[in-house]
């Protein structure tokens, strides 16, 4: 993890909602890469700033190995990797450095649609459903409710009508996805969007500058954006 670089190592989404907006970004601040032919690795041709195409998921990790120096994320991937660290007892190893505006999204808790909607203390003994456990725990216990978090890594919407479980704590943009499964949106947990990732303490090698001139350029691509 400490080793000594002279290249800047930037994980991105290799598809999904962020990889195309994410690769738009860094090609708008001057970078292009000589394309591998597997792809997953994109060797940096006007800078020393290579691409690493990944799942979004394997981001926070690979910052925290150091095998990556930058990600571009969704913050609410980056916060529950943050809280399940924080959780074990692990030392913070990835910072958000900036929002990026897009792929904005609210992590939110949802109920079926008849519910009528009285507040929090409603989820007291409920089953929620969620791929993001440690978000949803960590809001449970400050409010000072007890739930059972039923983890579940996708399809997180219909678990009440499976019966899996009472309410979700999911994803929402549209609200169509909810709106589908006959669930309505009742309390945000999380406002998100794609960031930039990186590591809490300043490189001390070649890739101080780097990360300079590249924040520094894309500071004035989102000038222009807005
Ligand atoms: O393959 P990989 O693991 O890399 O991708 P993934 O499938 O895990 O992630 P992906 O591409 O779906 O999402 C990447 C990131 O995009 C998320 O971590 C969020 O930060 C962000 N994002 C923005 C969203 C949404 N909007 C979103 N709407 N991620 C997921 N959704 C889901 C939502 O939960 C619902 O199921 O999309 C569905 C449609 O949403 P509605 O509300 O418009 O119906
Ligand atoms: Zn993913």
Known sequence: ANAVRDRLRIAIQKSGRLGDPSRALLTACG?????????????GETLPVDLLLVRDD???GLLADGVCDLGIVGRNVLAEQAAERAQAGAPAVAAELRALGFGGCRLDIAVPEDWDWQGPE???GCRIASS???????WLAGEGIDAEVVMLSGSVEIAPRLGQADAVCDLVSSGATLAANQLKPVL??????AVLAGPVRPFTDARAALMQTLLRRMDGVMRLRH
């Open 31 to 43: 970078l292009d890469w000589r394309e591998s032919r597997d792809r997953l690795f994109c060797y």
């Open 122 to 124: 409603q989820l007291r």
């Open 58 to 60: 394997d981001i926070p």
């Open 188 to 193: 945000t947990l999380l406002r998100s969007e």
């Open 132 to 138: 993001y456990p440690q978000l949803l725990r960590r």
